[in-house]
C-alpha cells in the first residue's frame, strides 16, 4: 500500500450538549455515578494532529456529526457504554424504520469502512442483521453486521457469556468495496429498512477510501492457484498455500495471492520468502486459526512450536481475517507471529478478527512493520514479546484493540533500540495505547493514542510482568493523547494518560518526554505509581485539559519539570499523599499552571471542561481543595506513611487518602508486616479506626495484628496487644480500636490475615477522641 498524505477532515465541532437517550434494551446503560459532573470537552479526531499519528489513505468521518435523524449519543467516558467505546465518545443510535445517518463525501472514495455495534443474543453467540446501503439516494445493497466478534463480559479473560455481567468491547468493523466511484460531494446513507432485523444499530464512523484496482501479478512469482487454491469457494487451501511458499522459497521467488478470498485454517510457516497480493481490499485469507508465522513459533497450549529465526521475509498487501471469538492466552492464533529478523518487512496488511495481530517473539533483530491497519483483536495489536532489536513500526492504524495497542515487553530478554514511529492507535479496551514494559534504548514518537479505555492510559513506561528493568536511554517525544487514561475497574482511581510504574523493581534508567500534548485527559494527565520512580525528564509538555490532576503521584521517587505548562484542570495541579519529600519535582523554567498547592483527600470525580465552548447544562458544582492536608477529625488523613512491602498497584499512601475504595496490600506469605504513619507531633491518641473496602465482595476476614507507638521513630512501645480484628462488610469492613497515650509514631504489626496471605488496609485512621 502506498502511504500518502492524510487528506483534509471534517472539522472538529465544539461540545454538542447532548444528554445521553435511554436506548433500547440493548444498549448498554450510561449512568455513571463515578462519572464526570460536567459536559465532556470538545472532541478531536485522532487523525486531526499535524504531522503525527499514521499516515492513512482513507477519509474518517464520525456519525455525530453527520446528517441523522437518529439518537446522537454523548459525550461519556465509561467503558461499557455505547458512547464511551465510541471514538470522540459519541455515536449515533437508529432504532426504527426509516432511521438513518448519512455521510457528504469531502473526497472521492468507492469504499466504506464502518465501525458500528449491534446488539448481542443468542446467549452471546451474537447476532447477524443487515443495514441498508444508500449511494446518492440510490439503494445499494446492505451491510451484514455481527455481534459475533464484539461483546465480552465478566473478568480477564473474558467470555461470550453476558450472565457474568459487565459488558464490554461493543463494537466491530466491516467493510466493502462500491459498486462505482463516488465524487466528493456524494451522499452515503444507512439506513434501517424493513428487512433490517437487529433492535437497534449504533453507527460510530466510517471510513472512505478511493482504493485503487487489484495490483497485477509480479513477473517472477508462484501463485497459490497454480498449487491448488480456489478462490471464493470456501473450500481449503492451507495445503496449496503451503505448497506455493515451498515451492517460491526453493526457486527464488515471490508467492503470489491473486484477487479473491481464500480459506486457510492452519499457520503458514515463511522464512526467506515474500508473500505479496493483489491489494488487503481485494487479497483476502480468512479462517479459523489462520496465521502466518515465521519460525520460532512458541508452542499452542503446550502443543506444537518450532525454533529458530526466519530472516527475509516479505508479507505485504492481502488481509489476513480470523474467526477467533474467545481470547485463550495459550493458543497461538495471532495473524502474524513467530521471529521475523534479519531485514524482514511487514507492510500494507489488514488484520482482523484473531486474538493478536502481530505477536513477535525473540530474539531477533531487524524488522520493520510499516502501513498496516489491524482492527478488532482480542488481546494486543502488536507486541514484540523478549530480546527483539532494530524493530521500526510506523503509519500503521491500530483500532478497537482488546490490550495494548503497541507494547514492547522484555520478559527475560531486553527489547532495545527500537522506534515506533507515526502511529495512530484508537480505542483500546484495555491496558494501554503504547506500553514500554521494561527494556532499553527504545524510542517512542509522533504518535497518537485516542479514547483508552480501561487498565491503562495512553503512553506507558513500567517494570512490569518481569521484564528485563529500563536502562539506557528511553525517549517519549512528539506524542499526542486524547482523552486517555480511566478510571481503572479494579483500582478504582483515575490512571494518567501517560504513567510510569516500578512495581517489579526500582525504574533508575533514564526517561525523556519531550514536546508532547496530552489533551482532555479522563483523569490525571501524568502519573507515577508503584515501586521507586527516578531519573524522569519532562520538557515541553502541554496538559491540555485533564479531569482531575496535572500530576498525581502515588510513590516515591524524583522528576525533573521543564516548560510543563497546564491549562483546563478539574481538580488540582498535583495530587499526593506520600507526605513531604516523598517525591522529589525538580522544577525547571517555564512551568504553569500545575505547581502550587498539592491536594491529598477522597479521590474526586474528574470536572471536564472546554475553553472555547462554555457548558450550558445544569452542573453540580463541587468546591476543590487544594491544602496539602484536608482538615477533619481523621489525623492521620494525608500524613507520610512507610510499610515494609507493597504489592504492585497499592501502596501505603492508598490507607491515608480518604478512599475506603482503594487500598495497601503487603506482599503475600511474608508475615509479620508493618505500617507506619507519622502524625507530625506527638498528639494524644484515643481511637484507631481500620477499614477494608466495603464492597460485599470483600468476603469477612480476620486480621491479627498490634498497635505500638513512638515519639522518635525509633523506639516503639506497645499500645495494644496482638489480636484477631473480624472485617466484616455486613457491619461496613471496619473495626475500630481504643487506645491510650501520646504517640508521633503508630505502628500496625499484622501478623496473619484469614481472607488473604497478605496485610490489607483502606483506611488507617487515628483521632484522639
Not at 123 to 140: D, E, F, H, R
Not at 441 to 452: P, S
Request: one cysteine or more.
Amino acid at each position: 500500500m502506498r502511504l500518502t498524505p492524510h487528506p483534509r477532515r471534517l472539522p472538529a465541532l465544539g461540545a454538542i450538549v447532548t444528554t445521553a437517550a435511554l436506548l433500547a434494551a440493548a444498549v448498554v446503560a450510561s449512568a455513571d455515578p463515578a462519572g464526570p459532573i460536567s459536559v465532556a470537552a470538545a472532541p478531536g479526531s485522532p487523525f486531526d494532529v499535524p504531522d503525527r499519528g499514521a499516515d492513512v489513505p482513507f477519509v474518517e468521518h464520525e456519525a455525530e456529526l453527520a446528517a441523522t435523524n437518529g439518537t446522537r449519543i454523548g459525550p461519556g467516558r465509561r467503558q461499557g457504554t455505547l458512547e464511551g467505546e465510541a471514538s470522540g465518545r459519541r455515536a449515533v443510535t437508529l432504532s426504527g424504520q426509516g432511521r438513518y445517518v448519512e455521510f457528504t463525501l469531502t473526497e472521492p472514495a468507492n469504499s466504506i469502512d464502518l465501525r458500528y455495534s449491534v446488539p448481542d443474543g443468542n446467549g452471546g453467540a451474537g447476532i447477524t442483521a443487515p443495514l441498508s446501503l444508500y449511494l446518492n439516494g440510490q439503494k445499494s445493497g446492505s451491510l451484514t453486521l455481527t455481534s459475533r466478534y464484539a461483546w465480552r463480559y465478566g473478568s480477564y479473560p473474558y467470555s461470550n457469556d453476558p450472565g457474568q455481567g459487565r459488558p464490554h468491547h461493543l463494537y466491530d468493523s466491516t467493510r466493502a468495496l462500491f459498486p462505482t466511484t463516488l465524487q466528493a460531494g456524494a451522499k452515503v446513507r444507512l439506513q434501517v429498512d424493513a428487512g433490517d432485523t437487529a433492535p437497534s444499530y449504533t453507527v460510530d464512523l466510517a471510513d472512505f477510501e478511493l482504493v485503487a484496482p487489484p495490483a497485477g501479478r509480479p513477473a517472477n512469482s508462484v501463485s497459490v492457484t497454480e498449487h491448488g487454491a480456489t478462490p471464493n469457494d470456501g473450500t481449503n487451501d492451507s495445503a496449496a498455500f503451503d505448497a506455493a511458499v515451498a515451492a517460491a522459497r526453493a526457486a527464488g521467488r515471490e508467492v503470489w495471492i491473486p484477487a479473491g478470498r481464500f480459506t486457510v485454517t492452519k499457520h503458514i510457516t515463511v522464512d526467506r520468502v515474500t508473500v505479496r497480493g493483489a491489494g488487503h481490499w481485494h487479497s483476502v485469507v480468512t479462517g479459523d486459526r489462520v496465521g502466518f508465522y515465521g519460525l520460532g513459533e512458541p508452542s499452542s497450549c503446550g502443543q506444537g512450536g518450532n525454533s529458530g529465526v526466519s530472516t527475509r521475509v516479505g508479507l505485504h498487501d492481502f488481509a489476513i481475517i480470523g474467526e477467533v471469538t474467545n481470547r485463550v492466552d495459550c493458543d497461538q492464533t495471532n495473524a502474524i507471529g513467530g521471529a521475523l529478523g534479519g531485514g524482514s518487512v511487514v507492510s500494507g496488511m489488514f488484520l482482523q478478527h484473531t486474538k493478536v495481530g502481530l505477536w513477535l517473539d525473540g530474539p531477533f533483530d531487524g524488522l520493520t512493520i510499516r502501513g498496516n491497519r489491524v482492527v478488532d483483536q482480542l488481546a494486543d495489536g502488536m507486541n514484540l514479546h523478549r530480546g527483539i532489536s532494530n524493530v521500526l513500526v510506523e503509519h500503521n492504524l491500530f483500532r478497537n484493540i482488546s490490550d495494548d495497542g503497541i507494547a514492547l515487553w522484555s520478559e527475560q530478554q531486553a527489547d532495545h533500540s527500537n522506534t515506533i514511529r507515526r502511529n495512530t492507535v484508537v480505542v483500546p479496551m484495555k491496558a494501554n495505547g503504547i506500553a514500554l514494559y521494561g527494556g532499553r534504548d527504545n524510542v517512542v514518537t509522533e504518535n497518537v493514542v485516542a479514547d483508552t479505555q480501561d487498565q491503562g492510559g495512553g503512553l506507558h513506561v513500567g517494570n512490569r510482568f518481569s521484564s528485563v528493568p529500563l536502562s539506557g536511554t528511553t525517549t517519549l517525544s512528539r506524542n499526542t493523547t486524547l482523552r486517555a487514561g480511566v478510571l481503572d475497574s479494579n483500582w478504582q482511581f483515575g490512571v494518567g494518560a501517560l504513567w510510569f510504574d516500578a512495581r517489579d523493581g526500582a525504574m533508575t534508567g533514564r526517561i525523556d518526554v519531550t514536546d508532547t500534548d496530552l489533551v482532555d485527559s479522563n483523569y490525571e494527565a501524568i502519573q507515577f505509581i508503584s515501586g521507586t520512580i527516578t531519573n524522569v525528564h519532562f520538557n515541553g509538555v502541554r496538559i491540555n485539559g485533564a479531569g482531575t490532576f496535572g500530576v498525581q503521584l502515588q510513590s516515591p521517587g524524583s522528576a525533573s519539570f521543564t516548560n510543563v505548562v497546564a491549562t483546563g484542570l478539574g481538580r488540582a495541579g498535583v495530587y499526593n499523599c506520600l507526605g513531604e519529600g516523598a517525591f522529589q519535582i525538580t522544577r525547571g523554567a517555564g512551568n504553569s499552571g500545575w505547581d502550587g498547592p498539592s491536594y491529598c483527600g477522597a479521590w474526586p470525580e474528574p470536572v471536564y471542561t472546554d475553553p472555547t465552548t462554555p457548558p450550558t447544562t445544569t452542573t453540580t458544582t463541587t468546591t476543590t481543595t487544594t491544602t496539602s492536608v484536608v482538615p477533619g477529625g481523621n489525623l492521620a488523613r494525608g500524613k507520610p506513611v512507610t510499610a515494609s512491602s507493597t504489592t504492585g498497584g497499592f501502596p501505603g499512601g492508598n490507607a491515608v487518602d480518604g478512599n475506603t475504595g482503594t487500598y495497601w496490600e503487603s506482599v503475600n506469605n511474608q508475615f509479620p508486616q508493618t505500617f507506619t504513619v507519622d502524625l507530625g507531633s506527638a498528639v494524644p491518641v484515643r481511637r484507631i479506626v481500620l477499614k477494608l473496602p466495603p464492597a460485599t465482595a470483600w468476603g469477612a476476614r480476620t486480621q491479627t495484628l498490634s498497635v505500638s507507638g513512638s515519639a522518635n521513630g525509633s523506639t516503639y512501645g506497645q499500645l495494644v496487644a496482638s489480636t484477631g480484628y473480624r472485617f466484616d462488610p455486613a457491619s461496613g469492613n471496619q473495626v475500630s480500636i481504643p487506645v491510650t497515650g501520646s504517640s508521633r509514631f503508630l505502628r500496625l504489626t499484622v501478623t496473619g490475615n484469614t481472607g488473604w496471605p497478605a496485610a490489607q488496609l483502606a483506611e488507617f485512621e487515628v483521632y484522639a477522641s
